[in-house]
């Protein structure tokens, strides 16, 4: 069954941390994989995404993900968080013949000063 | 700035009352999306539409309907709201290159209509 998990519901840093969060995904052909973010009341937003070629993609806002295909793991990650950084997070995967998502159930980002 | 906009961005409405919210898009996207979310979940997809070609989730209830009278513009009616009906319905876009040879495309979302059933 095509799925995303995301093992931590919610993390908590320090401004200034480093960050990972984690998605492994389960899929059954080449997977196209996206990282989204969503602040409060708002709706989500494409940070990056992974559809070939260098495994070390770069997002905005200072993210970056690493697919790592052995693992089925597409972690985000930004060396230095900012208060701005405090939201949910969302790991994505599509692939070939499907125009639709499977998301993760999220990972919800507490920074503190 | 190219974009997808939902209206209104709050709205309440009565059990059983008949609801319709917007979506509008000036990205020129083919493919329009409806998403269900509820509080600390992720997204859950009720319909989508390739050009007018209308692609209904199999669990998606019957109360639920959607039209898409041009590429602009896509509307959810829920038909008869019940409490558990209550949450955040976000709208998306994208641009698909084939319906015979689709790929996942980038979706672009809307800030969302929260929705509260009194």
């Known amino acids: 069954a095509q799925s995303v998990t995301q093992p931590d519901i919610h993390i908590t840093v320090s401004e200034g941390a480093s960050l990972e969060l984690r998605c492994n995904y389960s899929y059954g052909a080449t997977p196209y994989l996206f990282w989204y973010v969503q602040s409060p009341g708002q709706g989500l937003q494409l940070l990056l995404k992974y559809f070939s070629g260098d495994t070390l993609v770069q997002g905005i806002k200072g993210f970056e993900a690493e697919f790592k295909r052995s693992q089925s793991s597409f972690n985000l990650r930004k060396p230095s968080v900012h208060w701005s950084d405090a939201a949910e997070y969302f790991c994505?995967?599509?692939?070939?013949?499907?125009?639709?998502?499977?998301f993760g159930t999220g990972t919800r980002l507490q920074v503190f000063p | 700035d190219a974009m997808v906009i939902q209206n209104p961005r709050y709205q309440v409405t009565q059990f059983g009352k008949p609801v319709t919210l917007s979506c509008s898009q000036t990205l020129n996207h083919n493919v329009m999306y409806w998403y269900q979310q509820k509080s600390s979940q992720a997204p859950k997809l009720l319909f989508h539409?390739?050009?007018?070609?209308?692609?209904n989730e199999a669990d998606t209830p019957d109360n639920f309907q959607s039209r898409r009278p041009n590429t602009s513009f896509c509307f959810l009616d829920i038909r008869s709201p019940g409490l558990g009906d209550a949450a955040m319905y976000l709208c998306?876009?994208?641009?698909?290159?084939?319906?015979?040879?689709?790929?996942?495309?980038?979706?672009?979302f809307g800030d969302g209509t929260r929705l509260s059933i009194l």
């Open positions: 998306a876009t994208s641009r698909e290159l084939t319906a015979s040879t689709a790929v996942t495309q980038p979706q672009h």
């Open positions: 994505a995967v599509g692939g070939y013949n499907t125009d639709k998502l499977i």
């Open positions: 539409y390739y050009d007018k070609d209308f692609n």
